[in-house]
């Protein structure tokens, strides 16, 4: 029996006929629908706006794991942290102690009694996962492994961390030392706030000990995923395979997380299917500020006084939802004097076309209104008296 060859046009309708249904399937109104648990193969995984905090995906978010090396974004947190206040400075030179340098794992070979600077133990931590390094900076932020691993606690609840326990700065498997994929993703969009950190976590090759150590980042999706800003990757034989991967583009940053993967390639395949969800279905607007009037002041030394807003950083939207916002303003019509510098008179909400707020900013004085007094009445009558 001949087998039926079918006409390459009808073969070619064939095929997008095939490409139609599979876009059917898999999107609608131009955004991918919502990914099932099954096609993320990680245990725990979550996906977050760091700006707004919106979860945009989470899978058993809340379950407590180890993290292996994510511990370290909590260090590097407090570092950055210390750098910030002056307490450290990237050409500080440190000195290895014996406890940093008796690390196991993922490490840069330290000795005991062997000096780098504070920017070379950085590059080490996020690059190599270097768990000797990460112990150095430590010791020096808190003086002591243990002193520093309270503070990290101390942060951590800080940030709203309720799931976790760290008992060293490093990720090494120890009992006790827990977190969720949520907790993770806080503290990762905390470390956002350090522009600094992406001079590290955004190279994927370098240098120390004036070039005799070479450094590779154990993040692999800074060479394939656009957009990619980080962050840290980690992995030990309790927590298996784990990432917190930052991305942004367009504006749009995103945090995801996945714990206890049981390969390397799937923590990234992970990754990346949440970023891609997270891109292909929401995006960010900045807002312009609508023009605002001076509010009249009561019995003050000033008729009037002008008012300011912030301008909200981003606004997370759907994408095919409505792309303006209409800015509701609600102002105070007067106020009683004295007035305060940065008192709030009123607020502006942005909001989609049927009415749901997606942002609100207060709207506060810009200046400081005296009362107008018997006292402020004599001072006013006495310059007044002066310039004639």
């Not at 979860?55 to 292996?68: F, G, H, M, T, V």
């Not at 243990?146 to 990290?152: K, Y």
Request: proline share 3%; with cysteine.
């Amino acid at each position: 029996m001949k087998q039926r060859v079918f006409p390459i046009p009808i073969r070619g309708l064939c095929v997008l006929l095939a490409v139609v249904i599979f876009t059917a399937i898999f999107t609608a109104n131009g955004k991918i629908m919502a990914l099932s648990d099954d096609s993320i193969t990680a245990p725990s995984a979550i996906l977050l706006e760091p700006v707004s905090g919106k979860i945009l995906y989470e899978k058993n978010s809340d379950e407590q794991r180890p993290c292996a090396s994510i511990t370290k974004v909590m260090t590097l947190l407090l570092v950055m942290e210390a750098l910030d206040q002056g307490k450290l400075s990237l050409d500080e030179t440190l000195t290895a102690s014996e406890h940093a340098a008796s690390m196991g794992g993922s490490d840069i070979w330290l000795k005991a009694g062997e000096e780098m600077s504070v920017d070379d133990l950085i590059k080490s931590t996020v690059i190599m996962s270097a768990n000797d390094a990460a112990v150095v900076l430590a010791e020096r932020v808190a003086g002591s492994e243990e002193d520093f691993v309270v503070q990290m606690n101390r942060r951590a609840k800080e940030l709203g961390m309720e799931n976790t326990t760290f008992k060293n700065c490093n990720g090494l498997d120890e009992d006790g030392h827990l977190t969720t994929a949520h907790d993770v993703a806080l503290m990762s969009a905390e470390l956002l706030k350090h522009p600094k950190i992406f001079d590290y976590t955004c190279t994927w090759i370098d240098y120390v000990r004036n070039g005799d150590t070479q450094l590779v980042n154990t993040n692999k999706l800074i060479r394939s995923y656009k957009g990619i800003t980080g962050l840290k990757t980690g992995t030990t034989s309790k927590a298996g395979s784990c990432i917190s991967a930052t991305a942004e583009r367009n504006g749009l940053k995103l945090v995801a997380v996945v714990l206890g993967c049981d390969t390397t390639q799937h923590r990234f395949s992970d990754a990346s299917a949440l970023l891609d969800y997270g891109y292909a279905n929401w995006s960010v607007l900045t807002p312009e500020l609508p023009e605002l009037s001076a509010v009249p002041v009561k019995n003050g030394l000033a008729e009037t006084v002008s008012v300011e807003a912030q301008v909200p950083e981003s606004i997370l939207i759907e994408k095919g939802s409505a792309a303006e916002l209409t800015p509701e303003i609600t102002m105070e019509e007067s106020v009683e004097a004295p007035v305060e510098q940065g008192q709030k008179l009123g607020s502006i909400r942005f909001c989609t076309p049927d009415g749901t707020e997606l942002a609100a900013v207060d709207i506060k004085a810009s200046d400081a209104v005296g009362k107008l007094d018997v006292w402020a009445c004599v001072e006013r009558l006495f310059h007044a008296l002066l310039e004639l």
